[in-house]
């Protein structure tokens, strides 16, 4: 099992930024793809981006690329996602997701998620 806790979502102006985090705790942390998703109300729960175990890959939504990056630090057991430049389009709950493989992360086929983050952006 794997326990994905989010923080750092709140309420910005438009091109503002946030930096969110994941923590996992239970089992190794390190060979865990990890990424992260946003739902709006009504909507589907969308890709925003993932990154990869071992050798380093990060996968990003075309919406969110140039403006979000995600990292990951095994050492403290926690994801992040640096988000720049917000636009209201980005308004949704954050959700972080985990699972064996990447292909799986990115599909939105994880195993393990997080309960999110409502991050608010206003024009």
Known sequence: QVQLVESGGGSVQTG???RLSCAASGRTFSIYAMGWFRQVPGKERE??????????????ADSVKGRFTISRDNAKNTVYLQMNRLKPEDTAVYYCAADRTVRAVV?????????????????
């Open 16 to 18: 503002g930024s946030l």
């Open 47 to 60: 890709f925003v981006a993932a990154i990869s175990w071992g050798v380093v890959n990060t996968y990003y």
């Open 107 to 123: 599909a939105g086929e994880s195993a393990y998620w997080g309960q999110g983050t409502q991050v608010t952006v206003s024009s």
